[in-house]
């Protein structure tokens, strides 16, 4: 088992930074990609951010890409998305997942453990 804690979430106006952080424990944490997850009232979690479990390769969301940016601490058991330029519609809970595996996946049913969310709004 992996649990995932997620923090960092807020309310910012638009062109504001945010940094959310995901404290994993549990199983090693270098064993498992990681990714982040964002969803709104009423529609599926889309995939934000994936990073491997070294590091070494990242994916974004169209969405988000040259304003997010997904990193890890595998010697403090933390992923980390750094939110730049946010807009209204970045305006969602975001999750932090963990996945068996070393390669970076954009794919919600390829993760195994998901944290609880943290809110994220970006007011106009």
């Known amino acids: 088992q992996v649990q995932l804690v997620e923090s960092g979430g807020g309310l910012v106006q638009a062109g504001g930074s945010l940094r959310l952080s995901c404290a994993a424990s549990g199983r090693t944490f270098s064993n498992y990609a990681m990714g982040w997850f964002r969803q709104v009232p009423g529609k599926e979690r889309d995939f934000v951010a994936a990073i491997s479990w070294s590091g070494g390769s990242t994916y974004y969301a169209d969405s988000v890409k040259g304003r997010f940016a997904i990193s890890r601490d595998n010697d403090k058991n933390t992923v980390y998305l750094q939110m730049n330029s946010l807009k209204p519609e970045d305006t969602a809970v975001y999750y932090c997942?963990?996945?068996?595996?070393?390669?970076?996946?954009?794919?919600?049913?390829?993760?195994?453990?998901w944290g609880q969310g943290t809110q994220v709004t970006v007011s106009s």
């Open positions: 997942a963990a996945g068996a595996g070393s390669a970076a996946r954009m794919f919600r049913g390829s993760y195994d453990y």
